[in-house]
């Protein structure tokens, strides 16, 4: 049996509209129409032909009932200036993201959530809070996924093919946070990514909509305060720092160069003029567009340790994916690319035996 809600979500995951899914499958609107409603069934052969049109599994399409993740749950930048098409994709590739990881949850002792939740708080005083409640100091971070991963925050990357989106946040099922990363940026935007969103997740609970300008700028204040602390650059003694310095501190806290800038203009340690003096510098030397010779981008730590642990009981990603009613590319589009594919003799996978998993 074709189940509704999973169509919905396979047509948005491709970035299709209704006419386009027809225009692939051969099916006509109206049929689509009631089969997305529920009030028309699919024959074998109509369910084949919507799984090839939309690149899936036909048992993808019959599967229980998936639920969409709302809206208003998830952190989207710039919503109203987003297409349907590119925030229906990634809702999608989040869901897929909440279906992985429940697969790795029934398998594997996982990190609990210990994300506080301070929607009352200043963006700065939270992020020293946070720091606090973690143990962080005023050191610099040295990887904020593994970082985010230890605290229970179920990281993954956001497919390509939803390069257009930003990464975003949520929470779901008893408010397990959850962060999607664009892979498209450099390391050091990918730290700041990630520290944005755990911005949402602490700031925006408790009725509080996770996006909107007012929403936005406190993410941003709050990662720019959690990745560079106030302390930790006072006593790097930054007051009235030339581009030179910046270049050179920029490096010990992991971030851009501009970005660092701006924190030290927000801190009042360079002056207005000197901030646009030095942006304009940066931008000279191509740190507006990218960050040269800039770190490596983060991954995360544990889907490396579980991708590890089923190859070591002898359990194919490729009978992951199966049971999820993935295609392997497919999944690994959501897991950093890390899903290991080992091929033997004419190319094909290896058939290998389910063996139990124990904890990582």
Not at 60 to 75: G, R, T
Not at 299 to 311: D, E, G, H, P, Y
Not at 315 to 342: C, K, Q, R, S, Y
């Amino acid at each position: 049996m074709l189940t509704s809600s999973r169509l919905v979500l396979a047509r948005k995951r491709r970035r299709m509209t209704l006419a386009r899914l027809s225009q692939k499958s051969g099916i006509s609107v109206r049929s689509l129409t009631a089969f997305e409603n529920g009030h028309k069934a699919a024959s074998s052969d109509t369910i084949k032909l919507l799984a090839e049109a939309l690149e899936i599994p036909t048992s993808f399409l019959c599967a229980d009932d998936m639920e969409e993740i709302p809206v208003d749950a998830i952190s989207f930048r710039a919503l109203s200036k987003m297409s349907a098409l590119d925030r229906d994709a990634a809702r999608g590739a989040g869901r897929i993201a909440i279906e992985i990881n429940s697969w790795i949850e029934k398998r594997f002792d996982l990190p609990m959530a210990d994300v506080p939740t301070l929607p009352r708080c200043r963006p700065e005083e939270a992020a020293e809070r946070v720091r606090g409640l973690w143990g962080l100091g005023e050191a610099p971070i040295t990887n904020m996924v593994h970082l985010l991963e230890s605290h229970g925050v179920r990281v993954f990357s956001l497919a390509s093919d939803c390069s257009g989106v930003d990464a975003f946040s949520f929470r779901w099922e008893r408010l397990k946070p959850f962060i999607i990363l664009n892979l498209a940026k450099s390391g050091e935007r990918g730290r700041f990514d990630a520290a944005h969103e755990l911005g949402h997740l602490v700031l925006h609970s408790e009725h509080r909509i996770p996006h909107g300008p007012e929403a936005e700028q406190e993410a941003q204040q709050f990662a720019s305060a959690f990745l560079m602390p106030r302390a930790g650059l006072l006593a790097q003694m930054l007051y009235n720092a030339d581009t030179k310095r910046v270049l050179s501190a920029k490096l010990r806290w992991k971030v851009a160069a501009v970005a660092l800038a701006y924190r030290l203009r927000d801190m009042s340690l360079i002056s207005d003029w000197g901030y646009r003096t030095m942006a304009k510098q940066l931008s000279q030397m191509g740190y507006r567009s990218g960050e040269p010779n800039g770190i490596t981008r983060e991954t995360s730590q544990l889907l490396t340790k579980v991708f590890s642990a089923l190859r070591a009981e002898g359990i194919h990603p490729a009978e992951m994916a199966g049971d999820l009613n993935l295609t392997i590319d497919e999944m690994n589009l959501h897991v950093f690319g890390l899903v290991p594919i080992a091929l033997e003799g004419n190319g094909e996978p290896s058939a290998i035996g389910r063996a139990s998993l124990r904890l990582v």
